[in-house]
């Protein structure tokens, strides 16, 4: 993918996120990175809903997070430290995913993580990293940028303790497919959790055979990434601008 296309996506991502109700107001933050040399990729401007993100106002940085070209914004420190610490590392990590959300802050309270409660949990129960609360992830701690790549590891999911939620793709579409059902996981299980009805759990053969089913699937989100897409070209097509 050229730059343009590569805006046009993280921007439909941030549209996406806000619709869905997984944005924090002006707080969290989406990355891709974009081809060449330099570790260089694009962030949100620092201030802006994610509703109003297009194209054109989202920030290239450097490694060092510098804006490399003039900018509508500034870039949330916050956003620097945890983006930069997957890309410089995971070069698997095209697109970097990090959300505040409800149901994903109540799980990230919880000390068992992902439970197998439903076929989409499945996909994630037992192979989501775990990363300890240190404070804010804010650049007078750049040390923890080591220990959140560290404890990543080779996932593509990440539970942030008392924080929030976090997952890398290839793609922005592989990213926000395993946000999206991240997400969906946290909710079951809270929804589920709040009845006080005994819950019940698949034993382990089930789990594995679940797991390889999901794992087994080609181009991970990238039909429903495209549906997204023409939903988002008929209501809110300035999102390319």
Not at 155 to 173: D, F, N, P, R
Not at 218 to 237: E, F, M, N, S, Y
Request: charged residues 20%.
């Amino acid at each position: 993918m050229n730059d343009r296309d590569l805006r046009e996506d993280l921007a439909a991502a941030y549209r996406l996120i806000a619709l869905f109700g997984m944005s924090d107001l002006i707080y969290t933050h989406l990355s891709v990175r974009l081809p060449g040399a330099g570790n260089r990729f694009l962030v949100n401007p620092y201030g802006y809903l994610f509703e109003e993100i297009t194209a054109s106002s989202l920030v290239e940085v450097d490694a060092d997070g510098h804006p490399t070209q003039p900018a509508a914004g500034s870039v949330n420190p916050a956003g620097f430290v945890i983006h930069s610490a997957i890309h410089r590392v995971r070069h698997d990590a095209a697109c970097v995913m990090h959300t505040h959300t409800l149901a994903g802050m109540a799980v990230a309270a919880q000390t068992q993580g992902i439970l197998p409660l439903n076929q989409i949990s499945m996909e994630f129960t037992g192979h989501v990293a775990f990363h300890a609360y240190e404070g804010i992830a804010a650049d007078d701690n750049l040390s923890e940028r080591e220990r959140l790549v560290r404890d990543l590891g080779h996932h593509t999911a990440m539970i942030l303790e008392s924080h929030g939620l976090l997952t890398i793709g290839s793609t922005v579409a592989e990213a926000f497919y395993r946000m999206y059902y991240l997400e969906q996981a946290c909710r079951i299980q809270i929804a589920a959790q709040s009845t006080g009805a005994p819950l019940s759990l698949p034993g382990p053969a089930t789990l594995a055979r679940t797991y390889a089913q999901f794992a087994n699937e080609a181009d991970k989100g990238q039909l429903v990434w495209t549906a997204l897409r023409r939903k988002l070209d008929r209501d809110q097509p300035d999102y390319r601008d």
